[in-house]
Structure formats: structure tokens, C-alpha cells
């Protein structure tokens, strides 16, 4: 059996969540799976040493212009010049006229949603990428012969939306995993490194909030800001990733506290490989989104020992389970609340860092991948066999 897999963003350096995924899965497909062959197809880029090729793994580097051509036109026929057997399309998208079986993995579907936290903020380039989503995937779901997501929240979203039975074997559910390179960081010369680079303060929470709006930014920053005023606190700072200065001060301005930008650290982006000394570095890690399909970002951060406070929406309840402390996104004192007692109760903020490491040894990459492979063998025997 051959199995394409497409990575088209794989070699870009400024990697995000669908891009680890696909990554995760490669990485565990070539330790577990030395008798099938793989094509990765891959658009060129800067990081050529994020995917390596070996004995029955193969990686493309196809050209072809913006991504909708890319994925539409060069990636089928490329697939098909490769002799592949099924097609694995690992970003939410897919080309329609693909010949080859196709199985597809549907992180979620909440650009096809008409919810009022899309209406508003994101920027073009995600809004054109939504276009682009609500044109094609409903005749991908169509046509695939696995639909994977990755919650079972997402996987009853996604039936419900399209009319699938919630019995039907077509559409799987399989949770992502966390890396194992996220755990307690007790080297001091590391945590010391990672600080530094990014100009940490000594106390501070982590956010991982950006632009598009179901991260809640406006809300966390109220909540912080609230919190701040209420408390009387001097010395602790928001730590945020890859957001620009002017998209948050206009944000500050919406909330009516320019000033809370003396209180805001922004790194840019951070390589993966520095994230577990942020969240080991922090007080609390804040993921209180509106909307998530799963919620990698929750399990790193419990697997590094520190607390999370999250929503109680979507997939998030189903991913934390009862280890973290949950708030309505929609009420930003919620979150101020929650911030205020995992400051200051001890019993209940080593409470939760127990529970969220016991939480996180349940998700892996190992599990996702070999899940992934029972797919690919049964897709392969209905068609070929």
C-alpha cells in the first residue's frame, strides 16, 4: 500500500496547529510502520530539515502556486504520478477531483458556521481561507471515504451539520496527542535561556491569544485587566505570542484600558521547542476560547505542571476533563474570578496541576497515529482488495 500525505505548510518555518499535527503523524507513522510506503507532498520552503525521508518515506517538494491551485490541481496529479493508493489530506481541505480514495481530517468546521464570533475581527487572509473552506468542504465530506476529526464534540458538530448518521463509520473521532518534550522543565539554565530571549517577566500568565476571534482575546483582557484593578497587583504580566502591537492596542482601546499595554509582554512567535519553559516559567496558562475543536495548547500546559483555566464550551470540557478550572468564556469576571483563586489558593491550584498531569498521559501521538493506519488499511481493502 502507498499512502500520500499532504503537508503542503511543513517546510514553512512559523509553524501552527494543523501544521504540528501532520507533523506528530508522520513522525509516528515512520517508528510504527516500516511495510506500507508514504509520499509526503510538501510545497518548498525555508525549513528543509523538519521532515526527513527514509527507507519507505518519500517527500515532494511540489510547486504550484497559492494554496487553493496547489491543493486542487498539482497535488492530485502528483499523487497519481506517484502511484499512490489513497490520498491523506491533513488540513481541513482536500481537491474535489481527486481519482484516488480520499481521506481527509477535519479539525472542524467553524468557518462553515454562521455564529456571531466569526462576524466580526480575524484578519483577510483568514477570512479569504474561510472562503475558501465553505466552497470546497462540503463536496470533500461527500466524496471522502474516512472523515477524521478530532473530538467527539467536533464529530457530532460536523454530522449534524452535514446530515451524517452519528453511526456512520464513515466519520471517526480519533484526539490528537501531546508531545513528551512538554513536561516540568528543571533545568535552570534553560528556563534561564528561554527568559531571556523573550524578555519573560518574573510573574506572569500565559495566553496564546491572536486575531482570529474564537481565542476570546477582548475577553481576556478584560479579565486581566479587571483583575489587575481589583487586586491591586504591581508585578504581574500577560504574556502573549505573535500578535502585533497595534492590533493590541486597539483592542486595549475597545476595552477601555490603553494602559494595560505596560502590563503585556509580546514575545512573536516562539519555536516549539521553547514553549514548555513559558509554560513552566508561568503562573496560570489561559485558554478560555469560545469555540475549539480540541485544545492542544491545554494538555501541553498540564503536562508541564501548570495550571489552565478554560471554557466550558465545545471540546474543551471533554478534553480537560475535570482538570482544569472551567469558566463561561462569555463573562470575562469568570475568568477574573478564576485567575484571582488560582493565585491565591494553594490547595486548589496543586490540585489541578495533579490532576492535569494524570489528564494529559491519556492523549498521545503514538495512539493518533496507529488509529490513523487502522484507516489507512481499511480504506486500501475496500478498494483494492
Known sequence: MKIGIEGQRLLRTKKHGMDMVALELINELQKIDHDNEYVVFVKPDEDTSTLKPSSNFKIVELSGGPYPIWEQYALPLAAQKEGCHILHCTSNTAPLKSKLPLIVTLHDIIYMESISLLKKGGTWYQKLGNMYRRMVVPGIVKKSDKIITVSKFERNRIGDFFGIDHNDNRLVAIYNGVSEHFKPVTDSAELTRVKTKYKLPENFLFFLGNTDPKKNTPGVLKAFSDYLKSSKTEN?????????????????????DKDLINKIILTGYVVNTDLPAIYCLSKIFLYPSLRESFGIPMLEAMRCGVPVITSNTSSMPEVSGNAAYIVDPYKPEEITSGIEKLLTNDSLRNDLIEKGLEQAKKFSWRNMAENVLSLYKEVYQKHYL
Open 236 to 256: 504581574l504580566y500577560l504574556v502573549m505570542l505573535d500578535y502585533e502591537r497595534s492590533s493590541l492596542e486597539k483592542l486595549l482601546t475597545d476595552i477601555g
